[in-house]
């Protein structure tokens, strides 16, 4: 039997055996769908059970009515002189203001110039449900961002299973001012909570964008998520992929899921931009040693046919091609060393050529290793390089090829010598 | 087709995407599946459970490889199934014959796939059976973890241990 025959009757026999049936597949996923709701449900009706709980309990014990009385009068005295003291002393530290948590659920807080919560508000429904029983008003911002995480947490929107948490905070714009001291140190408490949960996540934050307001309240949303969705969406443009949020979504999708979409299309740009890059060097490469390829011919006058190799390396197209094309050069020149060639620009020449080969490996390895690192790093890379749209590198000077060549002489002419040595090596034996 | 494509319709609850990534997948998943367990009712019980796992947990892939990630899924419960019921069987393993570690094809399974599944090693059964479900040498390198020159190599030295299997057994 051949070996075609055994391939053909396994194949056979796999499919004769392989189930096909997707309804029980189906009916599966249905029930584990619905039991992961039921769950959720339970989790919702604690969450709102326990807040009505806490409102039906308070103030029926007369002991601790005065207690409590007692204790509002210490407060309210230490207030007073809190805000005397503040008056002459303090200034305020933020400004009076509003701004809004996205994960979706949103939910928006006002507060007033001490950073203490004057308002909550449910934007949406999941919003109404993640406040419901929460009193925040009167609590400082760092308590209300804390309570908001935790119920947060509670609702499974943050979990440390999830590849990504992501939020969006937003300054809305109040009697003119928007205050970006009060959105970023939101931003810092949710980011020390994701790290104190171990959880994976981030604060993303914007600048208030006026142009961009009655865009957004066409759809029912913020101005910084609308910037954000249109961040994903000229990015979706500019590297002609399909754009995946349709305006329709633009209401429901969550912040973790634009932020996630947003980071894919960074990688893929950004693994465009390396690979251009690395074109962009052979190209140039290339481009350089073909000429150092002409310039040889002259000087040579025709005593060794260049013609071949020069069309190689001009239709290499990665840098281990070019690089075996530069070696396989060499062994042409140094079979050439005899007593009528040009021994001394011939090897001037040669290492020209060599060296830059180097430096572009170099090159490459080194995209290679960004592209390996974190996000932050990434990003810093691409702030450094990229900034002005894939802009390759300053191209060395000759003074730092020679500097590089210097740098380089032991390795560089032990290569030389070990190609030497085998290159009449395989003469001897010829 | 790409799978990577339906990912995220499936993590946004596509029914249509995930009936699509099934009707291309399921006989890769059920051949992964079967190469470890060797028992056919096992390995449609881990196919399905790993389209549910699919279903479930698209959500959390990102990036390419979905294809690879699945079948990563298949095999990796295929294996915890082989040790929890290897642990059970253990004590009595040579009064169940018909267990897990032991194969029991059905009478109308054919002569090749018993073979593959008796006489190949874990390893080679593993390849066999994927190559011949549909995936390429550096799919099945990449899912077991292999190089790809080891791969062709042992599915080459398992062909050749079906073939003089084959001449007796036809």
């Given amino acids: ?121 449910g934007l949406n429904e999941d919003g109404r449900v993640l406040i419901s029983g929460l009193s925040l008003v009167g609590e400082s911002y760092e308590k209300t961002v804390d309570e908001i995480f935790s119920r947060c947490v509670t609702l499974g929107y943050f979990s440390t299973s999830r590849e990504n948490n ?82 329709e979504e633009y209401k429901t999708i969550s912040v973790r899921e634009i932020y996630e979409k947003i980071e894919e299309l960074e990688e893929k740009w950004m693994d465009e931009e390396v690979e251009k890059l690395e074109q962009n060097s052979i190209s140039k490469a290339v481009e350089k040693i073909t000429e150092i390829i002409e310039n040889m011919e002259e000087d040579l006058d025709g005593k060794i046919e260049l013609e071949d190799i020069k069309t190689r390396i001009e239709n290499a197209t990665t840098a281990t091609e070019c690089r075996m094309l530069v070696d396989e050069l ?80 032991d390795k560089y002419y032990n290569d030389w010598f070990a190609l030497k040595k085998e290159w009449d090596k395989d003469r001897w034996y010829d | 087709m790409n799978l990577d494509t339906l990912a995220p319709k499936i993590a946004k609850r596509d029914k249509q995407a995930f009936q699509l990534l099934y009707e291309q997948l399921h006989r890769l998943v059920f051949t992964v599946c079967l190469g470890v367990v060797k028992n056919r009712g096992v390995a449609e019980e881990l196919m399905q459970d790993t389209f549910v796992s699919v279903w479930t947990k698209s959500v959390q892939f990102r990036g390419r490889g979905y294809k690879t990630w699945i079948l990563t899924i298949a095999r990796n419960k295929a294996l915890n199934a082989l040790r929890q019921t290897g642990r059970e069987y253990a004590v009595d393993f040579n009064e169940n014959e018909s267990a897990l570690g032991s194969y029991d094809m059905d009478a109308d ?58 001449g007796g057994a036809l």
């Fill in chain 1, 1 to 121: 039997m051949k070996r075609k025959d055994i391939e053909k009757r396994l194949r056979e026999d796999v499919e004769n055996v392989t189930p096909t049936n997707f309804s029980a597949v189906w009916a599966k996923c249905e029930a584990e769908e619905q039991a992961f709701s039921k769950q959720f449900e339970v989790e919702r009706e604690r969450v709102l059970a326990g807040a009505n709980g806490a409102n039906r309990s308070g103030g029926k014990n007369l002991a601790g009515a005065f207690i409590a009385l007692a204790v509002a009068l210490f407060m309210a005295i230490s207030i007073i002189i809190g805000a005397v003291a503040g008056w002459f002393n303090v200034k305020n530290p933020f400004e009076k203001g509003s701004l809004i948590i996205d994960i979706n659920p949103s939910v928006e807080v006002t507060y007033d110039e001490k950073g203490k919560t004057t308002q909550v508000t």
């Fill in chain 1, 330 to 409: 060499m062994r042409k020149l140094l079979d050439m060393k005899g007593p009528n060639a040009p021994v001394g620009p011939l090897r001037d020449v040669v290492e020209n050529a060599y060296a830059e080969m180097e430096r572009i490996l170099r090159d490459i390895e080194k995209l290679n290793e960004k592209d390996g690192q974190s996000e932050e790093e990434k990003f810093e890379y691409r702030e450094e390089n990229f900034k002005e749209n894939g802009k390759e590198p300053p191209e060395m000077t000759e003074d730092e090829v020679e500097g590089w060549q210097k740098e380089n002489k």
């Fill in chain 2, 109 to 166: 399974t054919g002569v090749v796939l018993k073979l593959a599944l008796s006489k190949l090693n874990e390893q080679d059964r593993q390849i066999v059976l994927m190559r011949n479900g549909g995936l390429q040498a550096k799919e099945i390198a990449k899912t077991l973890g292999l190089p790809r020159g080891t791969v062709s190599w042992r599915y080459a030295e398992a062909l050749k241990i079906l073939r003089t299997e084959l």
């Fill in chain 1, 166 to 247: 992501a939020l969006l905070v937003s300054a809305v714009k109040e009697n003119g001012v928007t205050d970006e001291k009060m959105t970023k140190g939101v931003c810092e408490i949710f980011s020390k909570k994701f790290v104190e949960k171990k959880m994976r996540g981030v604060a993303l934050t914007g600048v208030f964008d006026e142009t961009l307001k009655t865009e957004a309240d066409e759809h029912g949303i913020n101005t910084q998520k609308y910037a954000l969705i249109q961040e994903y969406v000229e990015l979706a443009k500019e590297l002609g992929v399909e754009n995946e949020i349709p305006t």
